[in-house]
């Protein structure tokens, strides 16, 4: 995107306006951003999740959801944190319990994040993690298109897998 485009989607205010942001969106993705000069530039998205037993998380992360294993840092013996691979997208792993960072408000272990993970066939995945993870809401169809179910992790984070049935 060229900076006379930038301007062309840029409100008063500097700002995006709703309406283009959404076209924009419609074609790019999730990783849209403007720099300050309005050029595209590429964000990723990788969440971090505080485990009450790191270990015990990267277990049920690899092991029964499939997902790959990154790496444990600084070694695996005294690890403090561990990174796990979907699909070329990491999702970072954390021992929580040391030192409750202070813009935690409600403790820091399993609350508030919900992870969605778009999958080929979740009848398939659903069948091979349901005996092994915790499910909290049964498979089905959503009205909004998509077929899904949740589980939560050892620390209560949800997971939902789902597959749309109408694009």
């Keep these: 995107m060229t900076k006379n485009q930038g301007d062309n989607i840029r409100g008063q205010e500097n700002t995006i306006t709703p309406d283009a942001f959404q076209s ?10 403007l720099d300050h000069e309005g050029e595209m530039k590429s964000m990723k998205l990788e969440p971090l999740l505080y485990a009450s037993n ?19 840092y600084p070694d695996e013996q005294s690890a ?3 990174s796990i691979l979907i699909d070329g997208h990491k999702l970072r792993l954390v021992q929580g319990g040391k030192r409750i960072p202070p813009f935690h408000k409600h403790g820091e272990c399993g609350s508030g994040v919900q992870l969605f993970v778009r999958v080929p066939n979740v009848d398939d995945e659903y069948r091979r993690v349901k005996g092994s993870a915790q499910v909290v809401d049964e498979i089905e169809g959503k009205h909004w298109g998509d077929r899904e179910f949740t589980i939560a992790d050892p620390d209560g984070y949800l997971i939902s897998f789902y597959t749309p049935t109408a694009e």
């Excluded at 924009?24 to 951003?33: C, D, M, Q, R, Y």
């Excluded at 790191?54 to 444990?72: H, R, T």
């Design 24 to 33: 924009l969106a419609l074609e790019t993705g999730p990783t849209i951003s």
């Design 54 to 72: 790191l270990q015990v998380s990267v277990k049920f992360y690899c092991q029964v959801l499939g997902f790959d294993f990154g790496e444990f």
């Design 80 to 82: 403090t944190f561990a």
